[in-house]
């Protein structure tokens, strides 16, 4: 895998922790002005955790069948 991928991807899940934190933040903070915005940003974080651990598995597999990369 090229780095420059590797540094796209860990680009990637830091923007993506920072967006659940945020939005950990707003939940835990109850400043949400709706059980309906409550509900969606309970969504949109699961939606978010979940890609994390896509690209994570993505990261791994391509890692893995990477000749030059002696960790895995």
Known sequence: MKSSAL????YIKN????????????IA?????SYDEYRYLVGVHAGLVKLETIIEDLE?????????NAEY
């Open 60 to 68: 791994n597999l391509y890692l893995k069948d990477d000749p030059d």
């Open 29 to 33: 903070s109850g400043s949400c002005s």
């Open 15 to 26: 923007e993506l922790k920072k967006e659940v934190e945020n939005i950990k933040n707003t």
């Open 7 to 10: 540094i796209d991807s860990h």
